[in-house]
Nanobody, 115 residues
Framework: QVQLVESGGGLVQPGGSLRLSCAAS????????MGWYRQAPGKQRELVAT???????YYVDSVKGRFTISRDNAKKTVYLQMNSLKPEDTAVYYC?????????WGQGTQVTVSS
């Protein structure tokens, strides 16, 4: 079955960095688009960044210049490097794999930015 397993979340001070990882299994990873979403308490889940199978990327305006999404097809893993973190980045971060009508989600990893 399809599994997306996130890791790398935690507590970090404002201005700090974290690197999230999402390891995929059960899919032909290289042909899937991959994305990171986040959901803060009391808010809707929002798209953070995506990376297509060909490598092109998209970022929501609030993270441009601070976050970088990348993928390693050999390891079937997508990453989200988060720098200059702000308290408003606090959320549960979810990994997403998509292709046509197929859509899979990880269980999420908590990121808390606080002093």
């Amino acid at each position: 079955q399809v599994q997306l397993v996130e890791s790398g979340g935690g507590l970090v001070q404002p201005g700090g960095s974290l690197r999230l990882s999402c390891a995929a299994s059960g899919i032909n990873f290289s042909i899937y688009g991959m994305g990171w979403y986040r959901q803060a308490p009391g808010k809707q889940r929002e798209l953070v960044a995506t990376i297509r199978s060909g490598g092109s990327t998209y970022y929501v305006d609030s993270v441009k210049g601070r976050f970088t999404i990348s993928r390693d097809n050999a390891k079937k893993t997508v990453y989200l490097q988060m720098n200059s973190l702000k308290p408003e980045d606090t959320a549960v971060y979810y990994c997403n794999a998509y292709m046509a009508t197929l859509n899979y989600w990880g269980q999420g990893t908590q990121v808390t930015v606080s002093s």
